[in-house]
Structures are given as structure tokens and as C-alpha cells.
Antibody
Framework: QVQLQESGPGLVKPSETLSLTCTVSGGSISSYYWSWIRQPPGKGLEWIGYISHSGSTNHNPSLKSRVTISMDSSKNQFSLNLSSVTAADTAVYYC??????????WGQGTMVTVSS | DIQMTQSPSSVSASVGDRVTITCRAS??????LAWYQQKPGKAPKVLIY???SLQSGVPSRFSGSGSGTDFTLTISSLQPEDFATYYCQQAYSFPLVFGPGTKVDIK
């Protein structure tokens, strides 16, 4: 079955760029949409953005232009870059598959702390 | 952006109880609503999509209803494994927006 796994640094300094990768196994990334979602400690879920199987992207306007989502089909991976991070970006970051209007498969999540 | 609200924010219930959670969208979203369950330290899990369609593998005690702006998630007979936080999410337009969550805990 399809599984997703996030990877990347657990600690990022303020003003730097947070970079995470999601590896998809058991299925091809060349279909569906692929999402990033985050959850600050003790708080609710915030959709960050998606990349489609064709490479088109969309992101939450609340994050302004800090978000870049890209894909490497040869590795069956997609990635998130979030620039100019602050403490407010501290959260568990999830990758998920989006299809038929729901996020049906999720990674386990990775905690990212923004601190000097 | 479409805003989502949920009520109640928390509910205390006993095993076997019927539990109903309400979700409201700030504008009509047809039936493009999903419900997720999240347990502490775990990723969310989709229960219901398109307002009333049961995700494969989800027990039939979970059901969803509604369209337009008002939606409901019902757990017909609460089981011990159902104590969790539940989120609705509109899937009508981007940005996708989640409700603030409803925590179901033990009475």
C-alpha cells in the first residue's frame, strides 16, 4: 500500500529556510495531488499547499510567497521549502496524498522547531 | 477564504453514547466536506469525504450528513478507540481550510 515518509532537519534557525522532503513508496507520485499540512503544538491543522502530478502548485496565501513546493518524479519525492522562518513556523509538518477531495494517506509527521 | 467553525469545541461522553459534531462553512461548499480523526501524537485519518461517503476501512458507526453550509458527523455508539479530536475540512476551493477541532473525551 502507499506510504509517505517526511524527512528533514528538526531544528531550523530564525530567518533561514525550512526544507522537508516526502518520499512516496508503494505507488507513483505521477498521479494525485500531494499536500503539505502543518500543526503547531497544541493547535489545529493548517494546509500549506499542494503540488499536482503535472507539477502545478498552489499554496496558502497566509504564508505569502515564502512557500515553494517541488517534485522529483525520478525519486518519487516531493519537497517543501519555507523561507524566512520564525518561531510561529514551529510545528509538526505532515505530507499527505490528496485525491477525490480528501487527504486520504498521511505521513507520520515530523516536528520542526525554529530556534537559535 | 472560506472559514470553518465547529461545535462543540469539546464533548465528554461515555462508551455507547451517540455523539454529534457540527461543522459550519462561511459560504456554501456544496457537499465538499471531509471529516478527520486525530489521536495524540498521530497523523489525522480521514473518516468521511464528500460530506457523507465513508472512507474505506472506517467503521459504519461513523456517518456524515449535510450540504451547503451545515454539516454533521455522528458516531452512533462511541467506542473506547473513538476518543480523539475530530476536524472538518472544506474541499470546495483552495486554500483548503480545516475547522478548529472537537475533542471527544471520556466522561
Amino acid at each position: 500500500q502507499v506510504q509517505l515518509q517526511e524527512s528533514g532537519p528538526g531544528l531550523v534557525k530564525p530567518s533561514e529556510t525550512l526544507s522537508l522532503t516526502c518520499t512516496v513508496s508503494g505507488g507513483s507520485i505521477s498521479s494525485y495531488y500531494w499536500s503539505w499540512i502543518r500543526q503547531p503544538p497544541g493547535k489545529g491543522l493548517e494546509w500549506i499547499g499542494y503540488i499536482s502530478h503535472s507539477g502545478s502548485t498552489n499554496h496558502n496565501p497566509s504564508l505569502k510567497s515564502r512557500v515553494t513546493i517541488s517534485m522529483d518524479s525520478s525519486k518519487n519525492q516531493f519537497s517543501l521549502n519555507l523561507s524566512s522562518v520564525t518561531a510561529a513556523d514551529t510545528a509538526v509538518y505532515y505530507c499527505a496524498r490528496y485525491g477525490s477531495r480528501r487527504n486520504d494517506i498521511w505521513g507520520q509527521g515530523t516536528m520542526v522547531t525554529v530556534s537559535s | 477564504d472560506i472559514q470553518m467553525t465547529q461545535s462543540p469545541s469539546s464533548v465528554s461522553a461515555s462508551v455507547g453514547d451517540r455523539v454529534t459534531i457540527t461543522c459550519r462553512a462561511s459560504q456554501g461548499i456544496s457537499n465538499w466536506l471531509a471529516w478527520y480523526q486525530q489521536k495524540p501524537g498521530k497523523a489525522p485519518k480521514v473518516l468521511i469525504y464528500a460530506a457523507s461517503s465513508l472512507q474505506s476501512g472506517v467503521p459504519s458507526r461513523f456517518s456524515g450528513s449535510g450540504s451547503g453550509t451545515d454539516f454533521t458527523l455522528t458516531i452512533s455508539s462511541l467506542q473506547p478507540e473513538d476518543f480523539a479530536t475530530y476536524y472538518c475540512q472544506q474541499a470546495y476551493s483552495f486554500p483548503l481550510v480545516f475547522g478548529p477541532g472537537t475533542k471527544v473525551d471520556i466522561k
